[in-house]
């Protein structure tokens, strides 16, 4: 009975195939949404080099589309997380992935080892993920008075500590 039971308990880590396979779809639905917006802000990039555009508006274009190629980052940075949260899932619970297993230490950006590496990963992914939405932030921001100017420092600064914070551990 008891050899049953430890054998279906064992078993019950399939269930994790569900958000392996679904956080799997996310990322390639992620990835052709970013893809689908990449290829119309490079389509519409003409537009810049109109004749009729005056200075004013050509700056309002501008800003638009970098405004959008951070959007694009944006999209593809969640897929990323997806993907790396769909192959961490399927290593520490149904399988080691034979081909990350094969390839050299430095290629192999994607093996996750624990449940804590997986946690590292993602939180250093989702950070990026913050840092350009600061950014997308920042370049529509209107600055009428200094403390706008400083606030926009002080974020800048916040920033630089948390990415050495986060590279600190390493070493």
Not at 75 to 98: C, H, M, N, R
């Amino acid at each position: 009975m008891e050899k049953m039971f430890e054998t279906m308990l064992w078993n019950s880590r399939f269930v994790v195939l569900l958000a392996v396979i679904a956080s799997l779809l996310a990322a390639f639905a992620v990835f052709y949404m970013a893809s689908v917006d990449t290829y119309f802000m490079i389509s519409h990039l003409g537009d810049y080099a109109s004749s009729s555009l005056s200075g004013e508006a050509r700056a309002d274009f501008r800003t638009a589309n970098i405004t959008h190629v951070v959007e694009i980052i944006d999209g593809y940075l969640l897929a990323t997380v997806l993907l790396i949260f769909s192959l961490g899932l399927y290593e520490l619970f149904i399988s080691k992935i034979d081909q990350a297993e094969q390839a050299s230490e430095a290629e192999n950006v994607l093996a996750i080892s624990s449940l804590d590496d997986l946690k590292t990963r993602l939180g250093r992914v989702i950070l990026m993920i913050l840092i350009v939405n600061f950014f997308e932030h920042a370049i529509t921001m209107d600055f009428h008075t200094p403390l706008d100017l400083l606030t926009l420092a002080g974020g800048i600064a916040l920033i630089g500590v948390t990415l050495y914070l986060s590279h600190a551990e390493d070493h």
